[in-house]
Each structure stands twice: as C-alpha cells, then as structure tokens.
C-alpha cells in the first residue's frame, strides 16, 4: 500500500502490483543476457580462429622446411651420383692414356721407325728387320689385351703418308689374333688421322666417338 497527500492535505492511497519492480529486473536481465552471450560466441570463433590460423601458418612453415630439406637431400644425392659417374667414365681414359705411354715407350716404337727409315730395311743398332720389330709390338700388344679385356683392338699407324697400320692386334670373340701385313689398312682419310696436325708429343688424343670402318664400309660388329 502506498498513501500519497495532495497539497490540500488530503491523503490518497493507491497500490501498486506485487514484483513490479524485480518485473522491470528482470527484463532488462533478459534484454541483457543474448548480448552475454553473442559477445562469449565473438570470442569463442575468434579464438577459433587465431588458433587455426596459427595452426595453419605453423604447418605452412613446416611444410616449406620439409621440402626444402627435401630438395637439398635430393640435390646432394644427384651430386654424389655425378660425381661417382664422372669418376667413372674418367677412369677407363686415364687407364687407355697410361696404357699408350706405356706401349709408346717400349722398343719396338723406335725401332720400326729405324728399320722403316734405313735404305736396306735393317735396324742399324741391332740388325733387327721389320717383320722382327713388329712380332715383338705384336707380343706386347697381345700381353696388353689379355690385361685389358674391354679393349677391342691395339694399332700402331705411321703418322706419314696415307697413315698405313704397321702393326695390329684385335681382339674378338674368337680370340686375340695378329693380322697379318697383307691385312693392314690406311687410315689417313679418319677423323683421328686428319687431327695429328693439331696435336703434341707429349699426352694422349682422344678423338670424338666415331662408327668402325674397315676396307672402306662401315663395320656392323657390334662390341
């Protein structure tokens, strides 16, 4: 109950409803609360999403590492494997460039070109002939394929004229065999012949890798 006086003095009594006021309460409780909430959804999400985006930016940089690791691993293993190679395709030419020093050393080199330069065909030093002077290269150069079974043939060709085989030792599926003088060839017009001019004395020449040519047509044999 509540009584109110008016300015005469005279008392006026009114009432007002029970919970009225915790009413008012009660609704801007319930105003506020969808507020509450909305704003505990925002950063929910929000933090959703920096968590995700730190996930995402972490597994991003990983990614990158990996695969640069990756990249440097597979850089590194392509390097060794050129490397291993090069070694190996340098290693039969240092084998067949010590191999002709070898041979080009022996006596019998000097020794044909003696005997072929003397007017009556004898070697002035030893009195050895040419035929003589060639079956002993031939022992040597069969010695040499027998140590050097990837070799397919051992020649020595005279660097003048039309560049003739002095002496030759092939070996095939057969064998080692000599050819016989009568079997020899002129090699003046081979790509390796043509470039003596440009070549020292000292060293080996590995001339480019041409096909196989005997009597003037192309060999078929495949080795």
């Known amino acids: 109950m509540v009584t109110a006086s008016d300015r005469d003095g005279n008392r006026q009594r009114g009432t007002v409803p029970a919970g009225a006021g915790k009413g008012r309460v009660g609704r801007m409780a319930r105003l506020g609360f969808p507020a509450v909430r909305s704003l505990r959804a925002k950063l929910v999400v929000l933090t959703l999403a920096v968590a995700l985006l730190s996930s995402g930016i972490v597994g991003a940089a990983g990614f990158f590492h990996i695969r640069t690791l990756t990249r440097e691993a597979a850089a590194a ?39 072929m330069a003397a007017p009556n065909g004898v070697d002035p030093h030893d009195g050895s002939t040419l035929q003589l002077w060639r079956t002993r290269l031939e022992t040597i150069y069969i010695s040499f394929l027998r140590q050097r079974p990837h070799y397919t043939q051992i020649r020595y060709i005279s660097a003048k004229g039309n560049g ?34 440009r070549m020292g004395h000292d060293g080996a020449y590995f001339s480019p890798v041409t096909l196989n040519r005997e009597h003037g047509g192309v060999d078929e044999t495949r080795t």
């Open 77 to 115: 293993r392509l390097g060794a494997e050129a490397r291993l190679s090069a070694d190996q395709m340098t290693v039969p030419f240092v084998e067949m460039g010590r191999d002709a020093d070898v041979i080009a050393g022996t006596p019998p080199i000097e020794g044909i070109i003696r005997t």
């Open 164 to 197: 003739r085989e002095l002496v030759r030792v092939d070996q095939t599926p057969q064998g080692i065999i000599r050819l016989a003088p009568d079997l020899l060839q002129p090699k003046g017009m081979e790509p390796y012949m043509r470039a003596l001019p």
